[in-house]
């Protein structure tokens, strides 16, 4: 039972376009919501968070919007550059509670 | 500044072999993690610990024990290693616990097991 999953396997955009990426979740406990990013051979790193009691938070060129009603999120990426070309997990948990549930990934690739 | 250091990076181990990797972090964190990476899965949490002597179970433990040696060090060991244990292991460390807990993780540049 997948409770939290980016159905878009793969994402490609031109350089200096918008990048969405989209993320579901089903389990209405959640309450605080989180996208990291991987490159090959790396470790993921933290991009980005917004918690519940919030519909937007932005940091630079990355914003998450939190839909709540349709326990729905996305990250905009703008303008999108060669370096954000990665694979993005979203991932949910209750605040608080130390099991982070990740999504499949999403890998998006950013056309020079 | 190392941050999360895992080894090995590599291994290959044949059915029924065990081994430990192993993972420490240099930012006095409270709280570890071991995932796994599996093709079409995500990352799954095998075991965590929230502060140094305890360890809980994740969302997928069968098949593998931790120990939280110290602060720094969190290993994970396959007694008897499965083909399907072949996988791509990440550690991962926080620096708040319980009700201060943001999921914010550090993570380890991860560790590729094979077993044949």
């Known amino acids: 039972d997948q409770q939290v999953k980016q159905n878009s396997p793969s994402l490609s955009v031109q350089e200096g376009r918008i990048s969405i990426l989209n993320c579901d979740y089903t389990?209405?406990?959640?309450?605080?919501f989180l996208w990291y990013k991987k490159y090959p051979a790396e470790g993921p790193t933290f991009l980005i968070s917004i918690s519940s009691i919030k519909d937007k938070n932005e940091d630079g060129r990355f914003t998450v919007f939190l839909n709540k009603s349709a326990k729905h999120l996305s990250l905009h990426i703008v303008p999108s550059q060669p370096g954000d070309s990665a694979v993005y997990f979203c991932a949910a948990s209750n605040f608080g509670n130390e099991k982070l549930t990740f999504g499949t990934g999403t890998r998006l690739t950013i056309i020079p | 500044n190392a941050g999360v250091t895992q080894t090995p990076k590599f291994q290959v181990l044949k059915t029924g072999q065990s081994m430990t990797l192993q993972c420490a972090q240099d930012m006095n964190h409270n709280s570890m993690y071991w995932y796994r990476q599996d093709p079409g899965m995500g990352l799954r949490l095998i075991y965590y610990s929230a502060s140094e002597g305890t360890t809980d179970k994740g969302e997928v433990p069968n098949g593998y024990n931790v120990s939280r040696l110290n602060k720094r060090e969190f290993s994970l060991r396959l007694e008897s290693a499965a083909p399907s244990q072949t996988s791509v292991y990440f550690c991962?460390?926080?620096?708040?616990?319980?009700?201060?807990?943001?999921?914010?993780?550090?993570f380890g540049e991860g560790s590729r097991l094979t077993v044949l």
């Open positions: 991962a460390s926080s620096p708040t616990s319980g009700s201060a807990n943001t999921g914010e993780l550090f």
């Open positions: 389990n209405s406990m959640f309450d605080y």
